[in-house]
Structures are given as structure tokens and as C-alpha cells.
T-cell receptor, first 114, second 113 residues
Framework: NAGVTQTPKFQVLKTGQSMTLQCAQDMNHNSMYWYRQDPGMGLRLIYYSASEGTTDKGEVPNGYNVSRLNKREFSLRLESAAPSQTSVYFC?????????????FGQGTRLTVV | GENVEQHPSTLSVQEGDSAVIKCTYSDSASNYFPWYKQELGKGPQLIIDIRSNVGEKKDQRIAVTLNKTAKHFSLHITETQPEDSAVYFCAAPPGDSWGKLQFGAGTQVVVTP
């Protein structure tokens, strides 16, 4: 059982380049998330998808777009990468119910923008 | 929205001693408080959680306490072992959007033999 799978694991981009981070989960969860993790700032929510066909902005959505391709897959796109987007990106999924949200995280994508 | 503050940012303990990490939250409507552990190079993983109708919950060497009046909750690790070395995050969802977790800044715990 793979859980949450992210690709790629590492990426170096030049300023202005674009790329898509891929995420897939095999737990049949309705909700999926993209977070970024920066030193001393914890995990900050970029975008959230409560269910297939819906997406919602999180705390730091500027410079990113997302696509909930189907129930399994949720991709994050950087249209024009900037050095400020250097970070570790985590995808997560959960089945929120009765006020409980156990999120399962992928291994992360370490992105460097030069 | 929800604001979660976590202290301390780093914690060094001797093996066998206890470790305590504290978090405060701002949204009085929040009712679910998980703790995640992140090992080096991995994604965070849920280790324990507590709902607002419970004051304390234990699972072997870890426990979480919640004070809803003061809006703070704490993680307690007893008899620490080297494998407890990791970054720990507290989290809370906003009361009006409990699918979105707001995370604290994290605590780096180092257990020295």
C-alpha cells in the first residue's frame, strides 16, 4: 500500500521556468492538500481540495495553480518559478469526518529555484 | 482564521528524561488537536491526537493534554529514546473549516544518549 506518492523527489529550476509537481493517493480519500515547508515556519497550506472537482486557496496560494485531476491525483503547478518558491513541498490526503482530520503525507519534493 | 504557536523551537534532552512541547491556538471553535512527527527526509506522520471533549490522552510513552479554557495543548514524551529525535508539529483546524489543518512552526527534539 503506497499511501501518498509524490514526484519528483528533487528538482532544480531556473527563475522563470515552469513545472508541475505530481501527487497521487491510493487510500480513496476525498480531501487532498499541498503544503510548503520552510525553516522555522512549519507547514503552510498552499491549496486544498475537499473533493474531486473542487479546489480552494490556502494560506500562501500566490504563484501556484492546482488541478484535481480525479479522486486520486492532485497536481501543483508553478507557472513562472521564483527563488522565493525554493522550499520542500508536501502533498497530503485525508478523510475528514466528525471533526477528525488525519492527514497522510507524501515524502516531499525538494525544489530549488536559482 | 486559526493561529497556532508552538514552543520551544528546539529541545535537547538526555535519554530517559521527559520532553514537553506546548502549543496555543486562537480559534475557540477548534475541536481537534493532532500532533505529527517528522523524521529526517520524510513527511510528517500522525502520532497522537485529542478531541475537545477529552482533557488527556495517552499512548504508551506519549501523552497529550488539552486546556480548552486557556486554548493550549501539550505533548509529553516520557522515558525519551534516541529514536524520539525528530521534528514535532502541533496542529489545529479552524472551527469553520476543519479539513484544513493550521500547523505550528515545529519543535526540533534531540535526544542524546
Amino acid at each position: 500500500n503506497a499511501g501518498v506518492t509524490q514526484t519528483p523527489k528533487f528538482q532544480v529550476l531556473k527563475t522563470g521556468q515552469s513545472m508541475t509537481l505530481q501527487c497521487a493517493q491510493d487510500m480513496n480519500h476525498n480531501s487532498m492538500y499541498w503544503y510548503r515547508q520552510d525553516p522555522g515556519m512549519g507547514l503552510r497550506l498552499i491549496y486544498y481540495s475537499a473533493s474531486e472537482g473542487t479546489t480552494d486557496k490556502g494560506e500562501v496560494p500566490n504563484g501556484y495553480n492546482v488541478s484535481r485531476l480525479n479522486k486520486r491525483e492532485f497536481s501543483l503547478r508553478l507557472e513562472s518559478a521564483a527563488p522565493s518558491q525554493t522550499s520542500v513541498y508536501f502533498c497530503a490526503s485525508s478523510e475528514a469526518h466528525a471533526g477528525v482530520t488525519e492527514a497522510f503525507f507524501g515524502q516531499g519534493t525538494r525544489l530549488t529555484v536559482v | 482564521g486559526e493561529n497556532v504557536e508552538q514552543h520551544p523551537s528546539t529541545l535537547s534532552v538526555q535519554e530517559g528524561d521527559s520532553a514537553v512541547i506546548k502549543c496555543t491556538y486562537s480559534d475557540s471553535a477548534s475541536n481537534y488537536f493532532p500532533w505529527y512527527k517528522q523524521e529526517l527526509g520524510k513527511g510528517p506522520q500522525l502520532i497522537i491526537d485529542i478531541r475537545s471533549n477529552v482533557g488527556e490522552k495517552k499512548d504508551q510513552r506519549i501523552a497529550v493534554t488539552l486546556n480548552k479554557t486557556a486554548k493550549h495543548f501539550s505533548l509529553h514524551i516520557t522515558e525519551t529514546q534516541p529514536e524520539d529525535s525528530a521534528v514535532y508539529f502541533c496542529a489545529a483546524p479552524p472551527g469553520d473549516s476543519w479539513g484544513k489543518l493550521q500547523f505550528g512552526a515545529g519543535t526540533q527534539v534531540v535526544v542524546t544518549p
